[in-house]
């Protein structure tokens, strides 16, 4: 199933990565006033509002600053660079077992977003000044550089974070190379975007 492509359709009917999409069943329909809440928070701010791979995604100063997601248990404010963070009330999590940083506050309850928002919002600017200086977190050790494209959809995906770090080193060098290797930021945010099945089952970019 496609994922979507306009911005709204998350608000109102989910991401598009499954079967679920469009129907009562979605996991945004269950978090969706805390959802909207952020959405609010995060416009209120002056970030500028995007679709990327299937979630509302925020820039600032050219640089994707924050994402939203949901899932059945919990939904979510990623931070692209989340490790520059300082973190003083600890509400920070790692995205999934193999990740180095916390980049994500996650929220298991209605009303949790209302609960934290002095904070969240006191994260975002922090965020938002980071971006503005160009400051970039440290990148995870791994034996090989991973672009822009693909970090961003790992940081955005814990399941997919979590399918990447199980690859061999060598299938996680092929990504890097085939991700890496177009010359527009657009052409490897898409092959980051359509690498995700293959990765999921465990394969390298030239394995069928």
Known sequence: MAMITDV??????????????????????RWIDDIDELRAMLLAEGLTEHVKWGHPTYMHAGRNVAMLGAFRDDHRLTFMDGALLKDPKGLLETAGPNSEHPTLIRFTALGQVAEHAETIRDYIREAMANAEQGLRPPQPSREVELPDELVEALASDPELSQAFDALTPGRQKSWA?????????????DRAAKAREKIMAGKGALER
Request: aromatic share 12%.
């Open 177 to 189: 190379f085939q991700i890496g290797g177009a010359k527009q930021a657009k052409t490897r945010a």
């Open 8 to 29: 709204e359709d998350y608000f109102t009917k989910g991401c598009g990565r499954c079967d679920r999409f469009g129907t009562p069943d979605c996991s945004t329909r």
